[in-house]
């Protein structure tokens, strides 16, 4: 008979368990790239909210105990309004396969969000075909995540195809063939109305971002943070991230920024977060125009941006599907459910309900 037992994740055990869930993704998804130690501790102990909260699962074999499963919980830091809220998205929840049928994962899990009650407001899920399990933890169905896509090359369709299929192989093969696409395709160049402007690296010490949240917190309704240091623990430091920062200021008031990830997909940028303050639907189709050209010029094939229905206010969300198309492959893949529950600290202040969310991929990664 086998022996389980869990308890809280230590700094000893984070190299087993970076290579057993290494090797659980392998195992799922021939796109999965390894992820290096150095990542996952940036991940888990840089965030602005403080660090992780993590448990593992641990069966006996023979005299030695290793890892076979884990639940975590790390912080992400909220606004509504005037009003602070600390949060915690679930990361790299797993069990596996072998032990499914002899573990009871789901009062395991239970027992972990007791303990993280005392310090989150509120807790959500970002991942494939888990409402089901999610629901009886007391997680409420906030929707699915859509992907939308604006193509720059009669083609782009083809090529994302043909990428696809080569998922199979490694990054660096998919790379070649894409790359190797677009060198023979001439992107068509798009004019448009403001110009950006862009940051590779220093955007963390611009003065745009120094108070750009106090700004937009007061019409962001419930978001996550976007203060520098928010930013750079999730993308702009965070380890192997390859990507731009864009923003742009109207004279008469109100701003944007627009962060794109270059790297991940090889010529199919992501626009991975983006906010707008005086948000108006003409505003919004500007900054738009001006991201699709922006990517056009640097060789790009298409742009992509993952949101919900509920993301935002109708009135831009009307806007996104009017620029950009769902991604035509989209009925063929696992959709993502974004699931999130309130814990007991945060139905003391409110009146039980969680308000609406503003939705990039800043609260998937």
Known sequence: MIAFRTRRMQAGDEQEFNEVFNGLMHNSSHMWRTRPLDNMRWVWHQAPGGP???WIIEAQDKTEWRIVGHHGLCPVRFTLGDDDWLCAKTMNTFLLPDFRDKFLYLRFERECLREADTR??????????????????GYENY??????????HPLHLIYRIMGNLAGRYS??????????????SEVPRLEPSIELMEYAADA???SFFADFWTEARMEAGMAPRRDAADLEWRFWKRPGFKGATLTYAWPQGGRAYLIVDTYSSPV???LIDFFITSASPQRLELLLDALFAWCAQRGALAVKYVTSHR?????????????????VLQRYYPTMDLTRRISPLGRNRTSGVLADWNITEFLCG
């Open 171 to 184: 990054y660096s093969a998919r790379t070649r063939l894409l790359n190797a696409l677009a060198a023979i």
């Open 311 to 327: 993301g935002m206010p109708a009135e831009l969300m009307e806007v996104f599907f009017r620029k950009m198309k769902p991604f």
């Open 268 to 270: 199919l940028y992501s």
């Open 204 to 206: 963390a010490s611009s």
């Open 52 to 54: 992780a909260d993590s």
């Open 120 to 137: 989150f407001d509120a807790t959500y899920s970002a991942a494939k075909g888990t409402t089901r399990l999610r629901s009886a933890l």
């Open 143 to 152: 929707g699915q995540m859509i992907q939308l896509e604006r193509g720059f």
